[in-house]
Structures are given as C-alpha cells and as structure tokens.
C-alpha cells in the first residue's frame, strides 16, 4: 500500500482536549471492512500518530451505515505505526466523539481484543465528552531486575522514585509499568534510551510506561514513553490512565471511590487532561475526556 489515497477515507480527531493543539491525536477509519492487517499497519504508519482505530460492524454490516448505527455496536482494532494493539484509550475516546457528531450522543459498544468496552458519549456545552469503561483490571509486582533496567533505560537514579507510590506492572487493558517519580522536575527531564527500554518493553509485554507526579491527592501530572509503537512519547494515554486508576486503588493510595485528574502532553506541547472515575461498587476503571477533529 503505497498510499492513503488508496485506503478508506481516515479521519484525524484529538481525544482529552477540545483543541485541535491539545490532546492525543488519533486516526480514524469509520468503515475497515475488508482492510488485511498489513493494510491497517500501514494507515497506521502513514498517519504516524502513536495509535488509530479501524472500525467493522459485528453484524456484518459497514461500520458508520445508517443500519449497524442502530445498535450502536462496533469492532474496533488499534494500530501504532509499528505494532497492533489490544486496547487503545485515547483513540476510543477520540472514536466516540467522531461518532457522536455522526449519530448523536448515547451509549456505544466496543468490541476490542482486549474484551468488550463500554463507552458513553454526552454533549457539555458545545462539546461532546466520551466515558469509556474499561475492562477488569488487575496490577503485579515488578522484580527487582526488570525495575533497575527500566531505570537504567531513563536515566533516573533510584533515588529519584516516589517511596509513597511504589513501581508495579498494572492493566486495564494493556500493560503499563507505573513509575512514580519524586518530583515534578524529575518528570519533566525526560530523555531515555529507546533501544534499551523497548526491548524491555517488548520482553514484559508493555505497552507503555506510565511515569507520574503526584501534586495533590487527586491530581497527577503523568507522562508515558511508547518505544514499542514507534513514537517517543504518547501525549495522552487513556489505556494508561485506567491502569492507573487501579493501581492507585489497589495500594490504597486513593478513596475507592473518588475521581482523579490526570495532566498530560504538557511537556510536549500538547496539554490534556483526563478524568479517572473509581467506583465503590464496580472494580472497573471509567476515563473520559472532550475530543475534537483536527482540521486538514
């Protein structure tokens, strides 16, 4: 595929800000069917965002037809440019929004290779704002091994960690490392050898790193460095964010039931925010956000 002049129109929207600027860009393709998954690689890495969704409709039918929307039910497949995907926050969320221009605001099913995700898309103002739920997550330790690595990797000595938020492996989805750092500053100095940690990545089945900072008790400044799809760094990673919403509730780091706010992309430029709900009564991870097209 020499060219997306050949492929299915793609659509390009930002998810976790209303500002074209903002945000986690993502491509989009309403209606894959028929796309081999070299084909969606390809877009994928034509497009050269970190992530784009390709949409099919379980019946059968086209995806983004007047009759597959009547049951507001989707396929979805993530791609970065150098990778598939199991579950890809930021382009679901930037998905849903594209689709609540397209058949309004309600309730959508996406069905992902990492299990079934709800999604809720409601109009704010002048802004439409999606909530996906992730599916059930769970977190594990990280040995002492692969954690010198990953530090190793940074550049971070292990005297810049957080003690109060200690180094796990969590999932909502995909896998995430969660590395706290001690402070803001140390977040902020972000140059790290791509060979070394995407091997690792590669080799504890990582999608990204979720490096955090902890302004308050509900608010976090977090980044996440993507080797393993191909860009240096996500802007804004839902995938990330739900995984972290359970590793903070695991360790008991937050209420169980509370909302938490995430800042991302503000060191690339590209500021976002995305809001973390945990329930009481539901172990899944709810992250919503605002999105928006970007203009050609």
Request: hydrophobic residues 45%; charged residues 20%.
């Amino acid at each position: 595929m020499s060219s997306l002049r050949e492929t299915p129109d793609v659509l390009r929207y930002t998810a976790f800000s209303d500002d074209p600027e903002g945000g986690n860009p993502a491509g989009i393709v309403l209606d894959a069917t028929g796309l081999r998954d070299e084909e969606m690689l390809a877009i994928a890495a034509e497009v050269g965002y970190s992530e784009s969704a390709f949409l099919t409709a379980p019946s059968g039918g086209a995806a983004g037809s007047g009759a597959s929307d009547a049951g507001r039910a989707y396929s979805v497949r993530y791609f970065s440019p150098k990778m598939e995907v199991p579950f890809c926050g930021h382009a679901t969320v930037a998905t849903a929004v594209a689709l609540g221009e397209r058949i309004g605001p309600g309730d959508l099913v996406f069905t992902t290779r990492a299990g079934i995700v709800p999604v809720t898309v409601t109009r704010e103002g002048g802004a439409l704002r999606a909530t996906l739920t992730s599916v059930e997550p769970h977190i594990e330790e990280v040995s002492a091994d692969d954690l010198a690595e990953a530090l190793a990797a940074l550049d971070w000595p292990a005297g810049d960690l957080d003690p109060a938020l200690p180094p796990r492996i969590a999932f909502a989805g995909a896998r995430h490392l969660v590395l706290a750092a001690a402070s803001r500053e140390r977040l902020a100095n972000l140059a790290y050898d791509f060979a070394r940690l995407e091997a690792l990545m590669h080799r504890l089945d990582l999608v990204t790193l979720e490096l955090v900072w902890r302004a308050s008790p509900e608010v976090f400044h977090v980044r996440a460095p993507f080797p393993v799809g191909g860009v240096v760094e996500d802007p804004a990673t839902g995938a990330a964010a739900a995984a972290f919403g359970a590793y903070a509730r695991e360790l008991g780091l937050v209420p169980e039931a509370t909302v938490l706010t995430l800042h991302q992309g503000e060191d690339m430029g590209r500021p976002g925010v995305l809001t973390v709900e945990l329930r009481a009564d539901d172990r899944r991870i709810r992250v919503s956000g605002t999105g928006t097209r970007i203009p050609a």
